[in-house]
């Protein structure tokens, strides 16, 4: 049994404001809600520099093995990106999150095409933002040929119908459970793709874990199902484990 | 525990909602989250035609024993708001006046804004406004200090900026805050539990536009104490309700 994996943590800080984004504060959390395993990385390598970002989230990990790293690249930077991807790569981390809505880069720009052609090759799998309008047709259009699996984190009802759309139409594709919030959209999901296309993700420890959790544990789902998107998926699209 | 739910919508959203719209599709979510009462307006007075919206919820809510509507007004259109408040405010399924700012495109502080509420505050009204950022904020202050004998609820209680939404609250004891939104940023219940107190929250869902669950997540993950849970999702609004 996978257990309960949550595929949208992150610690570090908030330069804007004080936070209680801290790893302990993360750690405490997930011990909290019984979370067995989270895919997490640090948030200085969103806003600050990678490099140590990668160097940070990988030496947490081998701290707190229940942590899985999450490694995280700025096209913008151009230099050592590529190096940076096969080096995480090389070393067995193959999960990619970006951030251009954070970064201010385009998902078609050819910066970032490259570095994806590097993570397809190694066998690794992109988790990349899908709140916006347009994100996810973007997403398939434009990464959808590459084959490897593509997360979208934090899809709201604004963007929902695009979302099942583009679920439908890119095998590769799956989404996290997060901001999925209107009545019924995790039972809408299996109907339309299968309970193989959703994971579960917090956005701890930004975001109240339970609204995330309540939404599965109270939709009418099957207990398959529910172990599906609650750790399974996961488990076996994202870590390469049978489930 | 039997909730009362402040902040519900009747009518279809342009969203993927299976059942949305349908007064069935309401009580079925009042039976999962065992909301005794839950007050709603109509999405299309909200969205396009205020009195044929005004006219379908005070018909279709007369004969349950779980929906009251609110009456929906437009500043845009005052005399008609006026009309329909006298129409509807004396049905006894008719229990207030919801007010949405945005989808009016009217802001709180504009002139047409304070005629409307001149007339509001004329009738023994419970109000339901849109807040939604820090500017509301600001402007409900100033409202609830205009008008001490109206008791409003800041719908989203600003969302984002829920702690200015509190700070109102804690100086105007007229003012209740729900928190339903897309945004469940940890901390904003604490905070306005710590700054206006219990006392001055109630519970709201935006069903069936947001799951309920979703909001619930956010109170579950607040620590409430029993007197707390009792206060927030019962006691203000019954209060409030004069039940």
């Not at chain 1, 939404?215 to 750790?231: F, H, K, N, T, Y």
């Not at chain 2, 009580?27 to 396009?48: M, N």
């Amino acid at each position: 049994m996978p257990g309960l994996i949550d595929v949208n943590t992150f610690f570090g800080m908030d330069r804007h404001r004080d936070v209680a984004w801290s790893l302990d504060d993360l750690l405490r959390l997930l011990d909290q809600h019984h979370v067995d395993r989270a895919l997490t990385c640090s948030l200085r390598g969103v806003h600050f520099d990678f490099l140590a970002g990668n160097v940070e989230t990988r030496a947490v990990a081998r701290q707190h093995p229940h942590l899985i790293p999450v490694a995280t690249l700025d096209p913008r930077r151009y230099l050592d990106c590529r190096e940076e991807a096969l080096r995480c790569l090389g070393e067995g981390l193959r999960l990619f999150r970006f951030f251009p809505d954070v970064q201010g880069w385009p998902l078609d720009g050819l910066h970032f095409l490259r570095l994806v052609e590097v993570i397809a090759d190694g066998g690794g799998a992109l988790l990349l933002p899908g709140a916006a309008s347009g994100g996810p047709s973007l997403v398939v259009r434009v990464l959808g040929d590459f084959g490897l699996p593509l997360v979208l984190l934090g899809a709201g009802y604004g963007v929902f119908g695009e979302l099942l759309a583009a679920l439908v139409a890119c095998d590769s594709l799956y989404c996290d459970a997060h901001r999925l919030n209107t009545p019924g959209a995790c039972e809408l999901i299996c109907r339309e793709v299968g309970e193989g296309r959703v994971m579960f993700g917090s956005g701890l420890p930004e975001r109240y874990f339970s609204s995330a959790y309540l939404m599965v544990e109270r939709a009418d789902l099957s207990q398959a199902q529910r172990e599906a998107i609650l750790g399974g998926n996961a488990a076996r699209i994202l870590l390469g484990e049978e489930v | 525990m039997q909730t009362i739910d402040v902040h519900a919508h009747f009518g279809v959203w342009n969203f993927p909602i299976p059942g949305s719209g349908s007064l069935d599709g309401l009580l079925i979510l009042c039976d999962r989250f065992d909301f005794r009462w839950a007050l709603a307006s109509s999405t299309e007075a909200l969205t396009y035609d205020m009195r044929r919206g005004n006219a379908i919820i005070a018909d279709a809510f007369a004969g349950t024993d779980r929906l009251l509507a609110y009456v929906y007004c437009n500043p845009c259109f005052l005399e008609l708001s006026c009309e329909e408040m006298d129409a509807y405010l004396p049905l006894d399924h008719v229990v207030g006046v919801k007010i949405h700012p945005a989808y009016a495109g009217v802001p709180i502080s504009a002139p047409a804004m304070v005629e409307l509420l001149d007339e509001v505050a004329r009738r023994p009204p419970l109000v339901e406004i849109h807040t939604y950022g820090a500017a509301y904020a600001a402007a409900m202050r100033d409202v609830a200090a205009r008008y001490p004998q109206v008791n409003f609820i800041m719908a989203h209680a600003c969302a984002l900026d829920s702690a200015a939404a509190a700070d109102a609250a804690r100086d105007r004891a007229n003012l209740y805050l729900d928190f339903c939104c897309s945004h469940a940023v940890r901390g904003r219940v604490e905070y306005a539990l710590a700054t206006c107190g219990a006392g001055q929250i109630v519970f709201g869902s935006d069903m069936d536009l947001l799951d309920p669950a979703f909001t619930l997540g956010m109170f579950e993950d607040a620590g409430l104490s029993q007197e707390q849970r009792q206060a927030i999702f019962w006691d203000n609004a019954a209060r409030l309700l004069g039940l």
